[in-house]
């Protein structure tokens, strides 16, 4: 088997022979990963806003996906980020995950967030009173959960990630999808 066809194995990514270029779904969109040419690109919204506002997040993060990724699907065992190997970076200083902003923007109004989620390629889930299964990587699913503001509650939301995340990715960068995943649908 030969180098691409690995790495699109273990990754759930294509190869396309005639430009070199690994295509690689994030979100609702292909990103083209141009090993050879040192380049990344996409075209519409979504990758301009991944390759521009949110590249601090998404280029280190698309390539160690591709890089260190195993041929091992979701489990389905759904974790705080704080339960994984290096959880502790999540519970304090400048890496905790901004889920208030998440609460601000969409406590009062779970359709629109589910609406965004849609446009995102989310899958809806029956947790909380919105739910969706975000997929920044194919083998790294993102669950998002808001719970709507009422008399006796503030808002609140929580982001789980598959138990497996650590098998195809390091803690800074689990750290950098969580957060790529929380930015795409503010």
């Given amino acids: 088997m030969s180098a691409p066809e690995q790495v699109?194995?273990?990754?759930g990514a294509r190869f396309d022979k005639g430009s070199g270029a690994y295509i690689l779904r994030m979100f609702n969109v292909e990103m083209?990963?141009?090993p050879g040419r040192r380049e990344i690109g996409g075209t519409g919204d979504l990758c301009n806003l991944l390759l521009g506002k949110l590249s601090y997040y998404s280029r280190l993060s698309m390539l160690w996906y591709l890089v260190q990724a195993q041929h091992i699907p979701p489990s389905g065992n759904l974790v705080s980020p704080r339960q994984l190997p290096g959880g502790l970076?999540?519970?304090?200083?400048?890496h905790i995950l901004p889920l208030d902003e998440l609460t601000e923007r969409y406590g009062g109004d779970t359709g629109t967030f589910l609406k965004k989620a849609g446009a995102l390629g989310g899958e809806y889930c029956?947790?909380?009173d919105a739910c969706t299964?975000?997929?920044?990587?194919?083998?790294v699913p993102v669950l998002l959960v808001l719970w709507r503001k009422d008399e006796e509650f503030p808002a609140r939301a929580e982001l789980l990630l598959d138990a497996t995340c650590s098998q195809h990715l390091r803690p800074d960068i689990i750290w950098s999808t969580a957060m790529m995943s929380i930015m795409v649908i503010l």
Wanted: charged share 15%.
């Fill in 126 to 128: 029956d947790y909380g």
């Fill in 133 to 139: 299964m975000l997929y920044p990587f194919p083998r």
């Fill in 32 to 34: 083209a990963i141009h």
């Fill in 89 to 94: 970076i999540y519970a304090r200083g400048s």
């Fill in 8 to 11: 699109c194995q273990r990754t």
